[in-house]
């Protein structure tokens, strides 16, 4: 998921780039806001302290906190 997304905001920057409404020298600042932004806000749908929480609670399995972990990784 995460590497569909930023290949499609690569797609739309180079696009972009090709009208001349960005520009790779100028803008690339933009790119590393906007893809630190889609890390926090975005791609982190569990944190480890939120699965252990999960866990604790009975709320998801042994089985689903070891597979959401493995993705964390």
Do not use: C, Q
């Not at 998921?1 to 180079?14: D, N, P, R, T």
């Amino acid at each position: 998921m995460k590497l569909v997304i930023s290949l499609i905001f690569l797609a739309i920057f180079f696009w972009l780039a090709n009208f001349e409404v960005l520009s790779w020298a100028r803008d690339w600042p933009l790119i590393l806001i906007f893809l630190g932004l889609m890390k926090i806000l975005i791609f982190p749908r569990y944190s480890k302290k939120k699965v252990i929480e999960d866990l604790e609670k009975g709320k998801i399995t042994p089985a689903e906190a070891l597979r959401r972990l493995e993705k964390l990784i």
